[in-house]
């Protein structure tokens, strides 16, 4: 008979902060909670650990079933497990962050989510839970990781121009970057290629567009 111990447990769930750009804003998916308890709220999508899987396979299962969105870039950000967290039980979550391009979303609401939304980060309603903090310390993550990593280019689309990567970066950090120093930058990482195209922005003359080289794998910068 396989042991069994009695101290008492602790339930564990993922909950998942999941970015990308819209209307030329970091926007973050929120759920419309259909049960108790916060019945009616905005949340991040997430939900109970199976036993018979792992934190990142809950937290994939998760987004599928609560908003049909699959395929992103999923990355642990941090536990979160005051005793008072949940109203339900004793609750650790560990929570994730995740990064897809705008162009690739199919929203669909499920299982115990009633709507599935996207939210400017500056528009955002109050939080269930302790919701607020996981998303501050996500947009925290973010906003440092882009500062020595490529991640920021797991949220671009299929092809972009060096002006909307910058913008990008821009919104992650809150910060004014200067244009030179950053096309030098990035096209010295060889992480992005021009694809042969160009989109006309403005009165101005075309711009390039780019593509990312690999998606697969985010690289530190050193």
């Given at each position: 008979?396989?042991?069994?111990?009695?101290?008492?447990?602790?339930?564990v769930?993922?909950?998942?902060?999941?970015?990308?750009?819209?209307?030329?804003e970091?926007?973050?998916?929120?759920i419309?909670?259909?049960?108790?308890?916060?019945?009616?709220?905005?949340?991040?999508?997430?939900?109970?650990?199976?036993?018979?899987e792992?934190?990142e396979q809950?937290?994939?299962?998760?987004?599928?079933?609560?908003?049909?969105v699959?395929?992103v870039?999923l990355e642990?950000?941090?536990s979160?497990?005051?005793p008072g967290?949940?109203p339900?039980?004793?609750?650790?979550?560990?929570?994730?962050?995740?990064l897809?391009p705008?162009?690739?979303?199919e929203?669909?609401?499920?299982?115990?989510?009633?709507g599935?939304?996207?939210?400017?980060?500056?528009?955002?309603?109050?939080l269930a839970?302790?919701?607020?903090d996981?998303?501050?310390?996500a947009?925290e993550?973010?906003?440092a990781?882009?500062?020595?990593?490529t991640?920021a280019?797991?949220?671009?689309?299929k092809?972009?121009?060096?002006?909307?990567?910058?913008?990008?970066?821009?919104?992650?950090?809150?910060?004014?970057?200067?244009?030179?120093?950053?096309?030098?930058?990035?096209l010295a990482?060889?992480?992005?290629?021009p694809?042969g195209e160009?989109?006309?922005?403005?009165?101005h003359?075309?711009?390039?567009?780019y593509?990312?080289?690999?998606?697969?794998?985010v690289?530190v910068i050193?």
């Amino acid at each position: 008979m396989p042991y069994t111990y009695q101290h008492p447990h602790a339930a564990v769930t993922v909950d998942i902060t999941v970015f990308t750009v819209r209307n030329d804003e970091l926007n973050v998916l929120l759920i419309k909670r259909a049960d108790e308890p916060y019945q009616g709220e905005w949340a991040l999508p997430g939900g109970f650990v199976h036993m018979d899987e792992s934190l990142e396979q809950a937290a994939e299962r998760e987004l599928v079933e609560e908003t049909g969105v699959s395929g992103v870039y999923l990355e642990q950000l941090y536990s979160f497990g005051d005793p008072g967290r949940d109203p339900r039980e004793r609750v650790v979550t560990i929570a994730y962050y995740a990064l897809i391009p705008s162009d690739t979303v199919e929203l669909r609401a499920a299982t115990d989510a009633e709507g599935v939304a996207w939210f400017g980060v500056d528009k955002l309603p109050d939080l269930a839970f302790d919701h607020d903090d996981i998303l501050e310390m996500a947009m925290e993550r973010l906003a440092a990781k882009v500062e020595y990593s490529t991640i920021a280019l797991q949220l671009m689309p299929k092809a972009f121009t060096l002006t909307e990567l910058q913008h990008l970066y821009e919104l992650a950090t809150r910060q004014p970057i200067d244009k030179r120093n950053f096309r030098k930058r990035i096209l010295a990482l060889d992480v992005i290629e021009p694809t042969g195209e160009e989109k006309r922005e403005g009165p101005h003359r075309p711009a390039k567009l780019y593509r990312v080289i690999d998606r697969s794998k985010v690289d530190v910068i050193k």
